[in-house]
């Protein structure tokens, strides 16, 4: 089973031209409403990919917790282990969008803030388990769950995101790191690495220093993934007609990633397929709407390259 321990937001969409600077206002014609969160996200991505898929996290009682967890259980998402809150209301995230595909996002946690670790029962922490998380939910209980999945045996996958300062012990209970460029250039500067643009150097010496994987998605560029004993492999972005909305590709990538490592796929396969899905998640509007089925994926991928070993 694959456990998702994260948030669960509200997403309210705003196309701009160009993102405001200080003090403008803009008007944009209309505006999309659509499930999101970093970690309701990446469960559903998870679950496209056939894996029996576990969400943990914390709505509010209103009908937006209701939509978001009613959309997850048409998409084979457990949502058992969510709880509601009486007082605190779901989460939202406001997410601008350029004319680039490129976003900007503001995330209201609502009661993510609640999510807490005595949630994940330590039987689901067990050897051939997955957890996977982010860093939308609080830092303490992000954690607690690690250090748990650690000692009982399962695995864990961590998307460092949005970038936040975690110390270089807790870096240990991870099994597979995954940090988009700027992230990257924030852990870096963590464990005592000086910043750099050589993402293939900075990958291999993370993995190293920390003694887990490190995967990197670079965007237009790919994504690279180096394991701790310095094997390395680097894929091409999926190369698409038009990027309509990059909001939750990242996502898709994780989810997708962390479900092809719980199937026991080598790691530059599962960062093969994970980049395929996101890549194809751009091609539509929004998060979890525009994320990829398995047969998309599988299709997509016959014309893809394979892992270059670097
Ligand atoms: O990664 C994209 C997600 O970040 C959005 O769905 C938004 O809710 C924020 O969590």
């Known amino acids: 089973m694959l456990i998702v321990f994260g948030s669960i937001n509200m997403d309210y969409g705003v196309r701009v031209e160009k993102f405001p600077q200080a003090g403008q206002t803009l008007l944009s014609p209309s505006y999309d409403i659509g499930a999101g969160g970093k970690g309701a996200n990446q469960s559903l991505a998870c679950a496209r990919m056939g894996v029996k898929t576990a969400l943990v996290g914390m709505v509010g009682d209103d009908a937006m917790g209701t939509k978001i967890l009613n959309n997850l259980r048409r998409n084979e998402v457990m949502t058992s282990g969510v709880g509601v809150s009486d007082d605190v209301p779901t989460g939202m995230a406001f ?56 000692a009982h045996g399962a695995k864990v996958v961590l998307n460092l995101a949005p970038a936040y300062q975690i110390s270089q012990k807790a870096l240990e209970h991870v099994d597979y790191l995954i940090v988009n460029e700027s992230e990257a250039q924030a852990i870096a500067a963590l464990v005592g690495i000086g910043a750099s643009q050589d993402y293939m150097v900075l990958a291999r010496v993370l993995a190293a220093k920390s003694g887990h994987a490190c995967i990197i998605t670079l965007g237009a560029k790919g994504a690279i993934a180096f394991e701790a004993d310095g094997k390395g492999w680097r894929v091409p972005a999926l190369e698409i007609k038009e990027v309509v909305d990059t909001t939750g590709a990242g996502d898709c990538f994780c989810g997708t990633f962390a479900a092809a490592i719980h199937a026991k796929f080598a790691l530059g396969t599962a960062l093969r397929k994970a980049s395929v899905a996101a890549g194809l998640s751009c091609t539509k509007k929004g998060a979890q709407e525009s994320f990829p089925y398995l047969a998309d994926i599988e299709a997509a991928l016959e014309d893809f390259p394979q892992a270059i070993p670097c």
């Open 95 to 150: 997410v601008l969008t350029n004319h680039v595909g490129e976003n900007q996002i503001v995330v209201c946690s609502g009661a993510n803030a609640l999510t807490s670790a005595a949630q994940v029962p330590d039987e689901i922490l067990k050897d051939g388990n997955v957890v996977l998380m982010q860093m939308e939910v609080p830092l303490a209980e992000n954690l607690a769950v690690m250090e748990r999945a650690r």
